[in-house]
């Protein structure tokens, strides 16, 4: 809808919205992270991603050892 708005032209957008609902939760990318070797920072992980403008973006982090 966004991109009909800004560029007219609503197709040309759809890749974002479908990478966005395959892209996997906070806590399954988190457990991700950790399966590929990577020490989460804080306690049991509870640091590891921050949430940006209401959980749109997060940002995750993620130490290799």
Same mark, same amino acid.
């Given at each position: 809808?966004?991109?009909?708005?800004?560029?007219?032209?609503?197709?040309?957008?759809?890749?974002l919205? *479908?990478?966005? @609902?395959? %892209?996997?939760?906070? *806590?399954? %990318? #988190? #457990?991700?992270?950790? *399966?590929?070797? %990577?020490?989460?920072?804080?306690? @049991?992980?509870?640091?590891?991603?921050?949430?940006?403008t209401?959980?749109?973006?997060?940002?995750?982090?993620?130490?290799?050892?």
């Amino acid at each position: 809808m966004m991109g009909q708005l800004v560029a007219g032209d609503r197709d040309a957008y759809q890749y974002l919205v *479908e990478s966005i @609902e395959r %892209f996997p939760k906070q *806590e399954d %990318f #988190t #457990t991700m992270i950790k *399966e590929a070797g %990577f020490h989460l920072p804080g306690r @049991e992980g509870e640091d590891a991603w921050e949430n940006l403008t209401g959980g749109i973006v997060a940002i995750h982090r993620g130490i290799k050892a």
